[in-house]
Each structure stands twice: as structure tokens, then as C-alpha cells.
């Protein structure tokens, strides 16, 4: 009975995160980027609980929203920022089969691939203005 439940809550995230990526594409990057943050926090939260099924879905919409962000970085062809979107895809995907497989370990190991993308990103390609927002050095 669990498992039937886990597998319908990942085929429903699914669904969901090929929705909002759909819908939200074109979106200002600022929107996206300000999803990550508390997406990226609950995956953790959720396989630092063993929520594999709820983290699996977390790491979905994150897959959304980097290949959100690759979509913003491809005019500029700014090849780091592509190289940074198309890692965290990745190891979105990762985290979202090791979820699958309830494996925290593996799950826990591409999670921590994410962090070194976005700050790899982060350092190349966000200056902090005096007022505290951030600009965006392509």
C-alpha cells in the first residue's frame, strides 16, 4: 500500500513540474531564481526525513526550473552558466531516481552537487548592488 502511494505522489510531481515548467516558461529570471532557494531547503528537509517520494518531486521541480534557467542563459551563450544549468539537471535527475530507489546516500550526493552549481554560478555571475538585490553579469 505505501509503495502504491509514493509511486502516485511521484507521478503526480511529475506532472506537476512538466506543467510549471511549461507554463512558466519566459518567466523573469529573478522569479525563477527565487523558487530555487526554498525548493532546494525542502529537498533537503525531505531527505533528511527519508520523504523520498515528497524529495524525488522536490528534486522534479527543480529540474523545472534549471532547465528554466538554461533557457535564460542560452542567448548570451554564456558557456559556464549553461555548463552550471545543465549540471543541476543532472543531479536533479540523480537525486529524483535515488529518491525513487530510496537510496538517501546517492540521493544526499547529488543533492550536494546542486549546492557547488548554483555557487559556481552565483560567484561568476552575481554582483550584490549596495541596496542588497542582486545583478546579473552575463
Not at 6 to 17: G, H, P
Not at 86 to 91: F, I, M, P, R, Y
Request: hydrophobic letters at 45%; glycine letters at 4%.
Amino acid at each position: 500500500m505505501n509503495s502504491r502511494i509514493a509511486v502516485t505522489i511521484i507521478v503526480i510531481a511529475a506532472f506537476v513540474a512538466l506543467g510549471v515548467t511549461l507554463l512558466a516558461q519566459n518567466r523573469p529570471y529573478d522569479q525563477v531564481m527565487k523558487e530555487v532557494a526554498p525548493t532546494y531547503a525542502n529537498l533537503k528537509k525531505n531527505l533528511d526525513s527519508s520523504a523520498f517520494a515528497v524529495a524525488a518531486a522536490d528534486a522534479a521541480k527543480l529540474e523545472g526550473l534549471f532547465k528554466e534557467t538554461e533557457t535564460f542563459w542560452t542567448p548570451f551563450k554564456t558557456k559556464d552558466a549553461l555548463d552550471f544549468a545543465k549540471s543541476v539537471q543532472l543531479a536533479a535527475r540523480n537525486v529524483s531516481a535515488a529518491a525513487k530507489e530510496m537510496n538517501g546516500q546517492k540521493a544526499q550526493a547529488a543533492y550536494n552537487a546542486i549546492g557547488k552549481s548554483c555557487k559556481g554560478c552565483h560567484d561568476s555571475h552575481r554582483e550584490t548592488m549596495p541596496d542588497k538585490s542582486f545583478k546579473i553579469k552575463p
